[in-house]
């Protein structure tokens, strides 16, 4: 298959995956919810319900014609407006929609002229180095003094049922080891040599992935489940029994801006991250363990003037009341919160304004997360 094949496949395929994930977390899109949207300006409130089922239908009819035709008009509408939507509510900053949009990105600066290899390789280089650096930067992410004892061993005890403790405790040890498989996958990805034996690993991966975290485990935050079933065909696609294009000259890789777009949001921001400087979601932390944390901690006066179905995310005891707002916003809008400061002290400040009382009487507890690098 050709690389100008694969390229029209990679952006069918980015396309089903977005359409996917945004109908199975349609709640963070549009409709009647109670977590409050963080806009991108302070004053704007955004579209409110029940009119933001325009805004939803728009996303949806750009995807579908972006997938009915070669044209870039399409793409591009669907990107600005995409970018609008985050706009109007961060929380929709989700990893596998940054990432999609971005991959449809790379793909304008493809000419669709098959008699250009230049040009299409450049562009199809520069997605090969997005994907691996998804893994990089996840493997990466994951090492912290949290990923095994908490993510890891809650993960793989969806196999309680089929493996002994002792078992367990063996598949709970390799868990140290994970961190460095993934960074590992990832640099070996753009080894043409090893492609070989890392494709067949990473689709071995996502498909422990899914089964962990699908239905037949635990049932949970099904928006990454088409996320890990396009992330095995894009490792297909760009990856799997690639020929070399004749004619193609690498150095025209470093004058193509794309190149340039790929290594600035994939690999020199995504460094900051792991010293609390730029957003996790945006720099490949999935299921690190290693995320900021909160809790608003309620007083009795605060919790009895909480609507009834936000005291369901809520515990009590006699000294205090506590809100989880990443159960919360899961539970609501079927997708994890997106785990930044400006998020939570949204919450914070709506938590008071629907409680009708002020910051002594709802209290924001939050937990910066582990520094990896310290620069």
């Known amino acids: 298959m050709r690389l100008t094949q694969r390229l029209q496949l990679i952006k069918l395929t980015v396309l089903i995956g977005l359409l996917a994930s945004i109908i199975l977390s349609h709640p963070l899109w549009a409709g009647d919810r109670w977590f409050p949207k963080t806009t991108l300006i302070e004053d704007y409130f955004g579209v409110p319900y029940p009119y933001d089922y325009i805004q939803l239908s728009v996303l949806i009819l750009l995807i579908v014609f972006s997938f009915s035709t070669q044209k870039k008009f399409p793409t591009v509408l669907l990107i600005i407006f995409s ?19 971005l991959i449809l990105f790379i793909l304008l600066f493809y000419r669709h002229r098959v008699d250009e290899p230049n040009n299409y390789t450049t ?11 998804i893994y990089i930067f996840s493997g990466i992410q994951k090492m912290n003094s949290s990923f095994v004892p908490d993510t890891f061993e809650w993960m793989i005890s969806a196999f309680d049922t089929v493996l002994s403790k002792r078992q367990l405790g063996i598949v709970t040890k390799f868990g140290y080891v994970i961190p460095y498989f993934e ?16 494709v067949p690993l990473v689709i ?5 992935i899914l089964i962990m975290l699908g239905p037949t485990g635990k049932s949970y ?14 490792v297909l696609l760009l990856f799997a029994e690639v020929k070399q294009e004749r004619f ?13 777009i790929v290594i ?24 690190s363990s290693n995320l900021n944390e909160c809790q608003l901690i309620l007083t009795d006066k605060a919790y009895k003037r909480l609507p009834k179905d936000l005291k369901a995310f809520c515990t009590t005891n006699v000294d205090h009341n506590v809100l989880y707002i990443k159960k919360w916003v899961e539970e609501e809008l079927n997708v994890p919160c997106v785990p930044e400061y400006r998020i939570f002290r949204n919450a914070h400040h709506y938590i008071i304004q629907l409680t009708q009382t002020d910051s002594k009487e709802v209290q924001i507890n939050f937990i910066e997360k582990e520094k990896l690098l310290d620069f």
């Open 221 to 234: 935050n099904s928006v990454v489940w088409p996320w890990n079933i396009i992330m095995i065909a894009l």
């Open 248 to 260: 193609f000259d690498i150095s025209f890789l470093f004058k193509g801006l794309s190149f340039y």
């Open 183 to 198: 960074l590992s996958i990832g640099v070996l990805l753009l080894v043409k040599q090893f492609r070989f034996i890392i």
């Open 83 to 101: 970018v609008y939507m985050c706009f109007d509510d961060q929380n929709r900053l989700q990893p596998w929609f940054y990432n999609y949009i």
């Open 264 to 287: 600035t949001l994939m690999l020199i921001f995504p460094i900051f991250s792991l010293n609390n400087q730029y957003d996790s979601y945006l720099s490949s932390s999935l299921y």
């Open 123 to 133: 562009v199809f280089i520069s997605l090969q180095m997005l994907v691996a650096l």
């Open 204 to 208: 071995l991966m996502h498909i422990l």
